[in-house]
């Protein structure tokens, strides 16, 4: 043995084939649930376009992709409202991310305040707010191009400094992520108009070791989406036998009708007959209660009329009906009706020249017995 290898005992080489054997069928069976659930993960998005517009400058661009700084509020003294636009791109999750929670972040260096230095302390509101429209861009944005802000997210109070102020976004991150998979959110005063205070966030062009803004989302990679149901079918198929009988007049014939269930899903029908004739036939059971695929069966009995010609024949229609959907057949029930025996025709010549010739008989004997 060389220097510095070490002897593996048999009791190691059984325990780490154990192990190795359970690891193999967790893996195995794992596999076979197919039911893949990653647990849940969280990433950082940073803006692709950020910006802020002031509407007392309404055509100046507040960023050029160059601004450090954003502002939202309410400035009486000179930029009236200000509002702080942001747009994420979503397209590098994985497509069967879903998402658990998504978290609009940005950082406050200075506490919200008014005026010029020494500048007062204030306590701002901000909403955050859906934006529907993502054509915007930061290098043209201005308070005239801006597009308008929608639904309220989620608000925060502000009256801090030196932190992150996180609003909830989840509810229309995931709309937009099953849709273009860009997001754009807004940043309003709540109080925009009335109460005078402006507060000012770091943008995405700050310096890497700056608290830049971000998108948080939380996110797991579900099951694989279940095969849609199939689709739902109806229908019904009809079949008699014999499909054709004769019988003396009187007799009852008997049929046997099939029917079957065509459909993807069950359903009741309902049987009814008819013939050409009126020699009224019936049938039992007048509804059957089918699964799909499934056949039924029922009797059909008709009775050949006393007065039928011979070769009187009648055809009977069957049919079934059920949701939407009814199909027929047909069968044949003909008379037969035996010929009575030919009449006897009487040979009336040949009875008068007997009866003449045993009258002459009688009277020649008549005579003979006289002389």
């Known amino acids: 043995m060389r220097s510095g290898s070490k002897e593996i005992s048999p009791l190691t080489l059984i325990l780490a084939l154990t192990i190795t054997s359970a690891i193999f069928y967790a893996q195995l069976s794992y596999v076979a649930a197919g039911s893949v659930t990653a647990s849940p993960a969280t990433v950082q998005l940073l803006p692709i376009e950020d910006s802020h517009v002031m509407e007392g400058q309404p055509d100046t661009v507040s960023d050029g992709g ?38 609009l972040g940005l950082y406050n260096k200075y506490t919200p305040s008014i005026g010029e230095p020494p500048y007062t302390s204030k306590v701002i509101t901000v909403d955050a707010k859906e934006v529907e429209s993502d054509t915007w861009s930061e ?4 308070w005239n191009t801006a597009p308008p802000m929608g639904a309220i997210l989620d608000t925060k109070t502000i009256e801090g400094s030196g932190v992150y102020v996180e609003w909830d976004v989840t509810s229309f991150v995931v709309s937009q992520f099953a849709g273009d998979k860009i997001v754009s959110l807004g940043l309003m005063s709540k109080n925009e108009g009335t109460d005078d205070a402006v507060v000012w966030f770091y943008s995405k062009d700050a310096a890497e070791d700056q608290p830049r803004p971000y998108l948080k989302i939380t996110y797991s990679i579900g099951a694989p989406p279940s095969p849609p149901p199939p689709t ?14 004769t019988g003396k007049p009187e007799d009852i014939l008997t049929y046997t009708v099939t029917v079957r269930n065509t459909g993807t899903v ?7 007959v008819t013939d050409t004739l009126g020699w009224g036939p019936t049938i039992s059971p007048t509804t059957l209660t089918l699964t799909a695929g499934e056949d039924g069966t029922a009797t059909l009995r008709i009775t050949i009329p006393a007065n039928a010609e011979n070769r009187d024949s009648t055809t009977i229609t069957v049919r079934a009906t059920g949701t939407g959907v009814e199909n027929t057949a047909i069968c044949k029930a003909i008379a037969e009706v035996e010929a009575p025996p030919p009449k006897t025709e009487i040979p009336w010549l040949y009875v008068a020249i007997a009866v003449i010739v045993v009258i002459a008989i009688v009277a020649a004997i008549f005579m003979a017995k006289r002389k």
């Open 139 to 142: 290098t043209t944005l201005t």
């Open 266 to 272: 069950g359903d009741n029908y309902t049987l009814s």
């Open 66 to 103: 160059k601004r450090y700084n954003m502002y939202v509020g309410w400035d009486e003294q000179r930029y009236l409202s200000e509002r702080i636009y942001l747009k994420f791109d979503l397209r590098n999750l994985p497509a069967e991310a879903v998402i658990e929670k998504a978290v």
């Open 232 to 245: 739902e079918q109806r229908g019904v198929q009809v079949t008699i036998s014999p499909t054709t009988q």
